[in-house]
């Protein structure tokens, strides 16, 4: 199989049938998968249309879970795997991931970096709903999460000095605004004052 000639993509709904059966094969929830389309990602022979492997990407807090392998041609898994993995780890990355989780227990994982979560891990593991407690969670880190949220702490207080900014200008800009309204009123009032004087003084003359 020459995997230059292979396409990766999302799923969309014209893949439906395919991926029912590819589901149901592999006794995975069809049902519940149908109506989460958008997480799969499928590896496609453009000339047939055949879908020959689809993998899940589910979103949960600050992590993702790469879920359900299926494949349309089992003879070429790793191959297919590795053409999936770069688009899951730009994905992660731009969701902001710390970690990619997974309970798929295919070699071709471990050798991309995946190892074996300890208990110290799983307590941040978020709840995925595709987990199974039976099987072992293996991770890998995207992004150093202290630096994480060192950089989300810094941007919210930048972000809090820009807003106090903010007020402080439009509280000088109301203040601006009101001062010359004074200064108006205050011209007026004498204009008015001097008016109504030089009117008395003209006609104590008549």
């Known amino acids: 199989m020459q995997d ?5 993509r999302r799923a969309t709904v014209d893949d439906l049938p395919q991926l029912i059966t590819l589901w149901m094969d592999a006794h995975l929830p069809a049902d519940v998968f149908e109506k989460r389309l958008t997480e799969f990602h499928i590896v496609e022979d453009p000339l047939t249309k055949r879908i020959l492997a689809a993998i899940g990407l589910h979103s949960q807090e ?7 392998e299926v494949f349309g041609d089992p003879a070429n898994e ?3 795997r590795d053409m999936l993995w770069p688009r899951f780890k730009t994905l992660a990355r731009s969701l902001g991931a710390s970690k990619i989780w997974t309970q798929e227990t295919a070699s071709f994982w471990r050798r991309e970096g995946f190892r074996l979560a300890n208990e110290e891990v799983l307590k941040k593991r978020p709840h995925f709903p ?4 039976y099987l072992p969670w293996c991770f890998i880190q995207i992004f150093d999460e202290e630096k994480i949220e060192q950089a989300m702490g810094e941007h919210r207080y930048d972000d809090l000095l ?9 509280y000088a800009q109301q203040m ?5 309204v ?9 204009g008015i004052m001097l008016i109504m004087f030089l009117y008395s003084f003209a006609s104590s003359y008549r």
Not at 176 to 180: A, H, M, Q, S
């Open 176 to 180: 601006k605004v009101l001062r010359n």
């Open 4 to 8: 230059d000639k292979l396409i990766t």
């Open 78 to 80: 790793d191959l297919y």
């Open 182 to 190: 004074i200064i108006t009123l205050g011209i007026a009032l004498i």
């Open 162 to 170: 820009q807003m106090q900014r903010d007020e402080s200008d439009a």
């Open 62 to 68: 600050s992590a993702v879970m790469l879920h359900s």
């Open 130 to 133: 595709d987990g199974e407690e």
